[in-house]
């Protein structure tokens, strides 16, 4: 940027150098140009001496001179003007921002992203990032890193991105919350831990009636088996939630299932272990049996300590985990279960979706979601309760 302004400065200063030193100097008379013609013609030998004497002898030496007087106010008012009227009209129909690191270091980025075959929607996240490493007090920027982020699923870097935003805006009751959700997400089994909870509780502290905060604090309290409290808390969020609210019928389908006779009512004869993970299953609840193996030809290519995750996600609909297992890659090859326990949300697990698709990957990454270079592998659509073991063998790598 500097380096443009320094060379706009002299293309300026070399145009009026042009311009300048004839509006300085003073106009010759009549008589003077005169004098300076026959200079010239005898100079040159164009006449002799003698014609010479005889021309200069007609000069007129009393002719009234030139009034034309040098202009400084003209050149003064160049000197102001140019530079005035060629930096505003480069404002007004240039774009200074191309000559800004921060912005070109976006476009570098997204360039990179979409020389490297990237989403439109990554490379926007990469943009952004590059822009954000150089601003890095820009909480909005930060605000749509996150959500960003989360569109796309990568939860562990809308988490990240969050934090960035909580340390600009530690007291904003929202990004707490959004905070607490993006840790969640990004978590192996989808439960809100210590942490994410206290971030829930200090945002109702803040604002008591933060609707998305009392929905999540509802769903913590459900996973660790507190139904009252779970009950108490949603009762809460449809005393505030408007007459028409779209979410309303949601909410009351849930509170039905935390009655007594509910579904919710066997977390109480379940053992303080599946209490805590929020468990709600009961004898008739989907379980699916799970046996995992990695094919022999890509065992190099896998690290003991790289993350093993098993879920089963809707065979038609939303692409989110019903249930999911983290685990060693070491442990291979295993056999698991998996139900209604290990989902987040109580209305998206495995009884919610008859039919459902099986996976396995090993991520050496850690994040739950496919990136490139990590390995997996699906089953067919299968029942929710599938009776048999299904056997999955991690076979592929994602593109």
Do not use: C
Request: charged share 20%; glycine share 4%.
């Amino acid at each position: 940027m500097t380096a443009f302004w320094l060379a706009s400065a002299v293309l300026i200063v070399v145009a009026l150098a042009f311009v300048l030193p004839p509006l300085l100097r003073t106009p010759l008379t009549a008589t003077q140009h005169r004098r300076a013609a026959l200079d010239e013609a005898r100079r040159r030998g164009v006449i002799d001496a003698s014609e010479y004497a005889d021309k200069l002898a007609t000069i007129d030496e009393t002719a009234q001179p030139n009034t034309r007087r040098s202009m400084p106010w003209l050149a003064l008012s160049l000197v102001l003007l140019v530079p005035a009227i060629s930096v505003g009209l480069y404002t007004r129909l240039g774009d200074p921002r191309v000559f800004d690191p921060a912005v070109q270091s976006v476009e570098a980025a997204m360039q990179q992203a979409q020389q490297a075959g990237m989403a439109p929607m990554d490379q926007a996240i990469a943009g952004l990032s590059a822009r954000l490493a150089r601003e890095p007090k820009d909480l909005e920027g930060w605000l749509l890193l996150a959500r960003a982020q989360k569109a796309s699923e990568h939860f562990d870097e809308s988490a990240q991105a969050l934090a960035k935003a909580m340390a600009l805006a530690p007291d904003n009751a929202s990004i707490m919350v959004e905070y607490a959700e993006a840790k969640t997400l990004a978590s192996a089994d989808k439960h809100f831990d210590d942490e994410s909870v206290a971030l829930l509780e200090r945002a109702l502290e803040i604002e008591p009636d933060h609707q998305r905060a009392l929905w999540l604090r509802g769903i913590a309290h459900y996973q660790r088996g507190d139904v009252d409290a779970a009950s108490a808390t949603w009762n809460h969020l449809l005393s505030v939630l408007p007459a028409d609210s779209l979410v309303r019928a949601s909410i009351e389908q849930q509170l039905a299932q935390l009655k007594p006779n509910g579904q919710a009512s066997a977390a109480s004869e379940t053992t303080a272990t599946e209490a805590t993970r929020g468990a709600a299953a009961t004898a008739s609840a989907p379980r699916l049996r799970v046996h995992v193996t990695l094919a022999p030809d890509l065992a190099d290519k896998v690290q003991a300590d790289d993350v093993l995750f098993v879920f089963a996600r809707a065979a038609s609909g939303p692409r989110a985990p019903l249930a999911i297992v983290r685990r060693k890659a070491g442990e291979l090859p295993l056999t698991l279960e998996l139900d209604d326990s290990q989902a987040m949300v109580p209305t998206m697990n495995l009884s919610s979706a008859p039919r459902v698709v099986v996976g396995a990957r090993i991520s050496r990454s850690g994040q739950a979601e496919a990136t490139s270079g990590d390995l997996e592998t699906y089953s067919e659509p299968v029942a929710n309760r599938h009776a048999e073991t299904l056997e999955l063998t991690i076979d592929h790598r994602v593109p």
